[in-house]
């Protein structure tokens, strides 16, 4: 067998992230009494997703996200309301909303007991903490790592030395990072010193080892 340790991140890889975004800034555009599109959606997901990317080459700090993806939303669509308001409902909607990726249970499942599963996020403690409770995966999952309690992120080195120390003397050859990112993820993963399996579309970016399209195709590769 070899890999032991499973390293998931959770958004876009366990949990559906964009499922939840979805229903989670519709239903507060909707309390807003604003239409939503698929244009509005978009460009939610494109301010979030940048500023997500300036959090993790250590340009803003992480609190600054989320007054500052719904300010700059609401600007671009005119639309007139606070935005720590605006956030604090799509939290809500986002804790109240979850949705698994595909075949997210029976990949957890099939792994359980043969192999240590620790999930790695730099998502917000509180709705992290919720969705992996409400989704049902925290039942398979032994520890998971979220990046504002430690004090540093993925991709950076530290944040995987500190996992290291918690979860005890590990095997580097027998761990590999399960992830949906190629700068959080895949470049953790290498900064870390372990195998790297991108859950995505096909990619001979150098930082993945693996390119999976769905979750049970990683079956295979822990089994070879």
């Not at 366990?14 to 499922?19: E, K, Q, R, S």
Request: aromatic share 10%; hydrophobic share 35%.
């Amino acid at each position: 067998m070899p890999y032991e340790v499973i390293l998931a991140d959770i958004d876009n890889t366990l949990l559906d992230f964009t499922a939840g975004s979805r229903t989670a800034l519709e239903k507060t555009l909707q309390w807003l009494g604003e239409p939503f599109t698929e244009e509005r959606f978009q460009a939610y997901l494109a301010i979030n997703n940048s500023l997500w990317e300036q959090y993790e080459r250590g340009e803003i700090e992480k609190k600054d996200i989320y007054p500052t993806r719904f300010r700059l939303f609401s600007q671009r669509f005119g639309i007139h309301t606070d935005a720590a308001a605006m956030n604090a409902r799509y939290g809500d909607e986002l804790r109240a909303n979850v949705y698994l990726m595909p075949h997210c249970m029976e990949f957890l499942q099939a792994v359980h007991g043969k192999y240590k599963v620790y999930a790695v996020t730099n998502g917000d403690t509180r709705t992290q903490q919720v969705r992996q409770k409400n989704s049902g995966i925290d039942a398979y999952i032994d520890q998971s790592f979220i990046s504002e309690q430690m004090g540093c992120k993925k991709p950076d080195k530290r944040y995987f030395d500190l996992v290291f120390e918690a979860i005890g003397p590990v095997d580097k050859s027998k761990c590999i990072l399960l992830g949906d990112s190629l700068t959080s993820d895949m470049q953790g993963g290498r900064n870390a010193g372990v195998a790297t399996c991108l859950l995505g579309k096909p990619t001979d970016d150098p930082r993945c080892d693996y390119v999976i399209g769905d979750l049970m195709d990683l079956l295979p590769i822990l089994e070879q």
